[in-house]
């Protein structure tokens, strides 16, 4: 039901959008999230938001760097990365879920998941 899009290679500093869709409900229903896995281990939470607020919460690795957002009109979600590190390289997965998450940092919470993007920043 989530779609990802917007992954590739990019050069060290370089910036990315990536794109979350939702099909076919919509994705004002859902809080959402990213999070990452790289190559050998697990899923890290990356950043939420709110469907019915619109407020966000990040990781320390990526805040001031990364910023989601939604378009709730266009039915898609987001996440711009900026300053790209190497250590960033990873497949990106978007989630959502249905229910007010008093925790939306544990993957485990999240009901609906993309199947990921491959995101990866040379040196």
């Known amino acids: 039901q989530l779609i990802e899009s917007g992954g590739g290679l990019v050069h060290s500093g370089g910036s990315l959008r990536l794109s979350c869709a939702a099909s076919?409900?919509?994705?004002?229903?859902?809080?959402m999230a990213w999070f990452r896995q790289a190559q050998g281990k697990g899923r890290e939470f990356l950043a939420a938001?709110?469907?019915?607020?619109?407020?966000?919460n990040y990781a320390d690795s990526v805040k001031g760097r990364f910023t989601i957002s939604r378009d709730n009109a266009e039915n898609v979600g987001y996440l711009q990365m900026s300053s790209l590190r190497p250590e960033d390289t990873a497949v990106y997965y978007c989630?959502?879920?249905?229910?007010?998450?008093?925790?939306?940092?544990?993957?485990?919470?999240?009901?609906?998941w993309g199947l990921g993007t491959q995101v990866t920043v040379s040196s």
């Open positions: 938001i709110r469907s019915s607020t619109g407020i966000t």
């Open positions: 076919p409900r919509t994705l004002y229903s859902y809080d």
């Open positions: 989630a959502g879920s249905d229910y007010f998450l008093n925790d939306t940092s544990r993957a485990v919470n999240y009901e609906y």
